[in-house]
């Protein structure tokens, strides 16, 4: 096998439904249909993700391909996300890969989604420079990742228990907002002040941990609303933007720690969380003081898209690191296995 000059890369291990085309390194199309099923349930369902998935996959990839202006006799390598994610909706995706795989007789690329959410930084200039750091928050993950080359990860901290995304979704959930609650707490806290101060979570290292976070916000909010009934409704937009301060606090005080720890001054933020407005501010300023140099890739990168998965497949089809047909989705796959 050599290495494949275009890919199409295949997302699908969450809730949204994506593929993408990279021809030499230079991304042609993306093309991303978000389910809309999950939104009144506080969370995704996995069931009507697969079920989902399945209605969306192959319009999906003929848009993508369309976009690409490429016919499918020219794609070279299909790439499919492995893991991690919920084992339903990673098997719509995998079993699609497969499928086409085999059909054109063409070799499968595995991707590791949070490797491709790192690996979203090299899909348009400036990129980062080997070694940097890289902080990922998702709604799944929250890692400070040293990078040392595309395929060379180590992890230097991570959350012990809840992730970022899952800060923000959980806080919306109990502010009665739709689901995934993060975008709507960005917009919310865009008209508020910060004036209500919670707990900072006691943990060593380079760790994380959300939970407590969301357990003090809902005693908060009990112990007002016996107050006041109507507490919530009228002051929403400050509790969003103290919520979203205290959780920025947290995620950029470990980075600051990481990059003295690490001597690094190549900063990179990835994954869902990194689409809110103020955490993409309030780097941009530590940057400024710290004099590093900030990567945080275009929103349609940050969140879940086929182009990064795309991009990370462009990397390992440069090393000829292909899959096998048997190769099974992996809902806890672990970063370098
Ligand atoms: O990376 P991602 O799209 O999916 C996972 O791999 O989990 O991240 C989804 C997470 C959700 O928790 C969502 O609420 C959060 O990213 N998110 C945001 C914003 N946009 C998406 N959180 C805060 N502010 C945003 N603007
Ligand atoms: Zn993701």
């Not at 291990?13 to 390194?25: F, K, L, N, P, W």
């Not at 991707?111 to 080997?130: D, L, N, Q, S, T």
């Not at 004099?291 to 969140?303: A, E, K």
């Not at 795309?310 to 390992?316: I, K, P, Q």
């Amino acid at each position: 096998m050599t290495k494949p000059k275009c890919i199409l890369a295949i997302e699908s291990s969450c809730d949204d439904t994506s593929a993408a085309v990279i021809r030499e390194g230079s991304l042609l199309s993306n093309v991303t249909h978000t389910q809309e099923v999950h939104k009144n349930f506080g969370g995704v369902v996995p069931e009507l993700a697969s079920r989902s998935h399945l209605s969306a996959i192959l319009p999906v990839i003929d848009e993508a391909l369309r976009k690409a202006n490429c016919a499918k006799e020219e794609i070279e390598a299909v790439a499919v996300t492995r893991g991690p994610g919920l084992m339903g909706s990673l098997l719509v995706g995998v079993s699609m890969a497969k499928g086409l795989a085999l059909g054109w007789n063409i070799p499968l690329i595995e991707v590791h989604h949070m490797e491709a959410h790192i690996m979203a930084h090299f899909i348009e200039a400036p990129h980062p420079k080997f070694p940097f750091l890289c902080l990922t928050v998702s709604g799944g993950h929250t890692q400070i990742v040293r990078v040392n080359g595309p395929a060379s990860f180590e992890i230097l901290g991570q959350t012990l228990d809840d992730a970022a995304g899952e800060a923000f979704d959980k806080t919306g959930k109990i502010l009665g907002l739709p689901y995934p609650a993060g975008p709507h707490i960005d917009r919310l806290a865009q008209e508020g002040i910060v004036k209500f101060a919670f707990p900072k979570p006691q943990v060593q290292g380079l760790d994380f941990s959300f939970s407590g976070l969301k357990t003090a916000i809902l005693y908060f909010l009990r112990l007002e609303k016996k107050k006041n009934a109507d507490f919530v409704q009228e002051n929403l937009n400050d509790i969003c933007a103290s919520v979203q301060s205290s959780i920025i606090n947290i995620l950029l005080g470990r980075l600051i720690e990481a990059a003295e720890r690490e001597g690094l001054n190549e900063i990179a933020i990835a994954g869902g969380v990194s689409a809110n407005s103020g955490l993409r501010k309030a780097a941009k300023t530590i940057a400024n003081e710290k004099s590093w140099n900030l990567y945080i890739p275009q929103i349609q990168y940050c969140t879940d898209n086929a182009g990064m998965i795309a991009m990370a497949a462009w990397f390992r089809g440069q090393e000829e690191l292909f899959a096998g047909l048997d190769m099974k989705p992996a809902p806890r796959l672990p970063m370098m296995h």
